[in-house]
């Protein structure tokens, strides 16, 4: 079992470019969350999402970020137009399912994207 | 809404002293209650969690916590520390829509 696996582990994006991050679940999960990790800060929940459904993006900024996690291929967390505001280390987690204290979540290690 | 208040920043302890961690919380409703590790550059592992099962909750690497209701508390301890302890710890709180609150994080040092 894998885990969940989170690629790539860091990107570096000028301004303006676009920064796509992947998320495959583990392995029988069909939740998946994106969470926001600024510096020196704790983690922000972003969005929650099932198989080619959005349940909860009240974490998400309203523009440039969203979001998906097609019926085939991993979930991705699109970020247009960079700023460096967007600095940050992005970790997914998945669960099994609702009763998350439960299935519990798994989280991945994270991309690094740092805005140049 | 739910809510978790770490007190400490930073935490320096000599290695095979006790640690204490604080976390306060707030929450509407019987809290599910978690705390997570995070060593550099690396992801998030659970330690453990309160689920609102027994109130003394033995997690990994030997750490534990107690659920205190009357304090709103859930404070994370370790009788001895080791050197590979030293990392950042986060207290969590589940809210509703499955949605995990993070506290903003305990740097523990450990030194020789």
């Known amino acids: 079992n894998a885990g969940v696996m989170q690629n790539p582990r860091h990107l570096v994006r000028r301004r303006g470019q676009e920064a796509r991050l992947r998320c495959s679940p583990m392995k029988g999960h069909s939740h998946v969350y994106w969470y926001r990790q600024l510096p020196e800060e704790g983690l922000k929940f972003m969005v929650y999402?099932?198989?080619?459904?959005?349940?909860?993006e009240s974490g998400m900024p309203k523009e440039r970020f969203s979001a998906e996690f097609p019926k085939e291929g991993p979930s991705i967390l699109r970020i247009q137009q960079v700023v460096r505001g967007d600095s940050a280390a992005y970790f997914c987690a998945s669960s099994g399912g609702t009763g998350v204290t439960n299935y519990g979540y798994t989280f991945g290690s994270g991309t690094r994207l740092t805005v140049v | 809404a739910q809510s978790v208040t770490q007190l400490d920043s930073h935490v320096s302890v000599s290695e095979g002293t006790p640690v204490l961690l604080r976390c306060n919380y707030s929450s509407s409703y019987s809290p599910s209650l978690f705390w997570y590790v995070q060593h550099p550059n690396k992801g998030l592992q659970l330690l453990l969690k309160y689920t609102s099962a027994a109130t003394l909750v033995k997690g990994i690497n030997g750490f534990e916590a107690e659920f205190k209701k009357s304090e709103t508390s859930f404070h994370l301890t370790k009788p001895s520390a080791h050197m590979s302890d030293a990392a950042e710890y986060f207290c969590v709180v589940r809210g509703g829509g499955n949605k995990l609150t993070f506290g903003t994080g305990t740097q523990l040092k450990v030194e020789l």
């Open positions: 999402l099932q198989k080619e459904n959005i349940i909860d």
